[in-house]
T-cell receptor
C-alpha cells in the first residue's frame, strides 16, 4: 500500500462548481499534512497546511480526519485558474520527518 | 528572495553521457532535497541533506546516481552513465528544519531540470 494515496482524476468541473478531493495516508502516527498545487510543467507550490481543526483560506477548505486517516480539500466557486494538479503531502513522524507526496489529483475547470 | 535556483532548465543528452544537475537552495535553509518526477511514479525522493550532510539516500536508484553538497549554498546531482529511463524532471527543494522537525511551511521547490536521455 502506498503511504499517501489519491484519486488521479481528472476531475472535470465547470466554472463556479464546488469540488472536493480526498487523500488517505497509511501512517497513523503522521502529525503534519499539506496540500501542494502543481501547474503543468511547473514546480509544486505549497497551497495550505492542514490543521486538526480544519482550516480555510478563501475559497479553499482543508479538513483532517485522523480516525479514518484521510485529508480533504474543498474548492468552492472554481475558477479557470484553479486547473492544476493537487498533491496531498504527509510528514513522516520519525527520523528527519521528511515529506511524502501523493501522486496528485488533476483538476480541469472549464468555462 | 530568489528562491531555489536550479540549472540547467533543460538537458538533452545521449545515453552513456554524464549529466550534472545543480541546485542553489534558499539562503538560511538547512535542508536540501532532490526529487525525481515522472508520470508513472510521481514525485520520488532521491536523497536529502541536513546541514550539508547526506541523511537518507535510500531513494537513489542505483550507483549511477550520486549527489554532493559541498557547502550550504550548492548541491549537485550527477548521473553517470545516463540511460533513457533516467528521463524525468528533477526537482531540488529546500527547507528550514528545527530540532522538532519540519517547519509549518513545508518545502520550497526549484523550477526543475527536465532531463531527456536519448
Amino acid at each position: 500500500r502506498k503511504e499517501v494515496e489519491q484519486d488521479p482524476g481528472p476531475f472535470n468541473v465547470p466554472e463556479g462548481a464546488t469540488v472536493a478531493f480526498n487523500c488517505t495516508y497509511s501512517n497513523s502516527a503522521s502529525q503534519s499534512f499539506f496540500w501542494y498545487r502543481q501547474d503543468c510543467r511547473k514546480e509544486p507550490k505549497l497551497l495550505m497546511s492542514v490543521y486538526s481543526s480544519g482550516n480555510e483560506d478563501g475559497r479553499f477548505t482543508a479538513q483532517l480526519n485522523r480516525a479514518s486517516q484521510y485529508i480533504s480539500l474543498l474548492i468552492r466557486d472554481s475558477k479557470l485558474s484553479d486547473s492544476a494538479t493537487y498533491l496531498c503531502v504527509v510528514k513522516e513522524d520519525t527520523g528527519f520527518q521528511k515529506l511524502v507526496f501523493g501522486t496528485g489529483t488533476r483538476l480541469l475547470v472549464s468555462p | 528572495d530568489a528562491g531555489v535556483i536550479q540549472s540547467p532548465r533543460h538537458e538533452v543528452t545521449e545515453m552513456g553521457q554524464e549529466v550534472t544537475l545543480r541546485c542553489k537552495p534558499i539562503s538560511g535553509h538547512n535542508s536540501l532535497f532532490w526529487y525525481r518526477q515522472t508520470m508513472m511514479r510521481g514525485l520520488e525522493l532521491l536523497i536529502y541533506f541536513n546541514n550539508n550532510v547526506p541523511i537518507d539516500d535510500s531513494g537513489m536508484p542505483e550507483d549511477r546516481f550520486s549527489a554532493k553538497m559541498p557547502n550550504a549554498s550548492f548541491s549537485t546531482l550527477k548521473i553517470q552513465p545516463s540511460e533513457p529511463r533516467d528521463s524525468a524532471v528533477y526537482f531540488c527543494a529546500s527547507s528550514l528544519m528545527g530540532t522538532g522537525g519540519l517547519t509549518s511551511y513545508g518545502y520550497t521547490f526549484g523550477s526543475g531540470t527536465r532531463l531527456t536521455v536519448v
